[in-house]
């Protein structure tokens, strides 16, 4: 059985309460960063693997992409995704992002936001997803650091006042399921390192064009002043690549 934590109900309300769930892209610490590394999308055909509410599939053809495809495991999250969404060149699929069975060369771009930690066949996905490109295509997804991964216990460490001291890395080079907590107990997330996220790709044939660690921009950090502490260590890793023609 594959993890579908966002259809739990109190799971699910927790998520909706997020910034990045009410304001969409812009609320997303990492979206100035993943933007950039994003090709020219007119009329490109689009996937997102665990398109969630959908906000990257409407950016796409605001940038008009001529078709986009959204995959989530959620029927909550695909829900949402359709309520917000009015537009015929925009369909969303309710399957395991693991199971997506496209033909070969069908898309153009293939994204993905902090999705993978979720899944445990992270090699199987990235040569899914080389089979589905076009030659010379992208494929840019954004996953949590593995320094924050690494651990079960995602925190810092405080002092007796409650101040941050650091963030503790432990068991870094064994990678497998974390059972740890965001937003409810129970959620399992997938630990790997920087090389396996990296080497797994070139493995299923990719050319890697950019490895990015993501901090919050100087815009939100003024806006929201507890994003300051990001900067003390890495809470995302982005990574762009492309099949090679």
């Avoid at 605001?62 to 009015?86: C, F, N, Y």
Wanted: glycine share 6%; aromatic share 12%; with cysteine.
């Amino acid at each position: 059985m594959k993890q579908n934590k966002y259809d739990n109900p109190d799971f699910f309300s927790a998520y909706e309460q997020m910034p990045r769930s009410i304001k969409g892209l812009e609320a997303a610490g990492e979206w100035h960063v993943l933007k950039k590394l994003l090709p020219e999308l007119r009329n490109k055909s689009i996937l997102d693997l665990g398109c969630g509410f959908g906000w990257h599939c409407r950016f796409a053809r605001e940038q008009q992409a001529s078709s986009v495809i959204g995959v989530d495991i959620s029927a909550k999250m695909l829900q949402k995704a359709r309520e917000k969404t009015d537009d015929p060149l925009i369909s969303y699929i309710e399957m395991p992002m693991e199971d997506i069975i496209f033909s070969d060369s069908t898309f153009d771009v293939v994204i993905s936001s902090l999705a993978f930690h979720y899944i445990k066949s992270y090699e199987a996905i990235c040569k899914k997803v080389y089979d589905c490109l076009k030659p010379g295509g992208t494929f840019v997804f954004s996953v949590e650091h593995p320094i924050f991964t690494s651990r079960n216990d995602q925190d810092w460490y405080f002092d007796e006042q409650g101040n941050r001291l650091h963030w503790p890395v432990d068991n870094y080079q064994s990678e497998g399921g974390r059972e740890t907590t965001f937003l409810t107990d129970n959620v399992v997330k997938y630990h790997r390192t920087i090389s396996t996220y990296i080497n797994d790709l070139i493995g299923a044939g990719f050319s890697i064009s950019a490895v990015k660690e993501p901090m919050p921009s100087d815009e939100m950090v003024k806006t929201v002043p507890e994003m300051k502490e990001e900067n003390r260590r890495p809470m995302f890793l982005i990574i762009s690549a492309v099949k090679v023609e």
